[in-house]
């Protein structure tokens, strides 16, 4: 190792650092725990309806259950690594997720109504509705006491 060597040695931060800052951060651990959840919501409903044979209605609700249970368990230990009691937690938790499937079915809506082409909508109120989850969440939902 030559002197220019050491001056350089340890001076570029290593993947599994750069890796551990990023996980820690709040806003990407809410964003994963997204992800996940779709992942189980998406996955459940292949395996109940496209290799068990499940009726639709039935499968997807089993999905939607199984991705929220995961979302919710994901944001609560993880994300916001909150302590506080569960109960209070999960109604407060199932009021925003009503919240949310109310103002998607309106933004989505009323942005089609504008013209807006209704997947492009979809992204737009996913992006917004994304941001006042996290909030809603620090907040209120996982708030510490």
Do not use: C
């Amino acid at each position: 190792m030559t002197a220019l060597d050491s001056t350089h040695a340890g001076s570029e931060p290593s993947a599994k650092g750069g890796l551990t800052r990023l996980l820690g951060n709040r806003v990407v651990r809410f964003l994963f725990a997204g992800g996940v959840s779709t992942t189980v919501d998406m996955g459940t409903l292949y395996v109940l309806h496209g290799v068990s044979h499940v009726q639709l209605a039935l499968a997807t609700f089993g999905a939607v259950l199984a991705g929220f249970v995961t979302n919710f368990l994901l944001n609560r230990l993880w994300a916001f690594e909150s302590t506080s009691p569960i109960g209070g937690q999960t109604v407060r938790y199932l009021v925003m997720a009503g919240g949310n499937w109310i103002g998607t079915v309106l933004l989505v809506g009323g942005l089609v109504k504008m013209g807006v082409y209704y997947l492009i909508a979809r992204a737009l109120v996913l992006g917004v509705l994304s941001v006042a989850n996290f909030l809603g969440y620090k907040h209120w939902v996982f708030k510490t006491s």
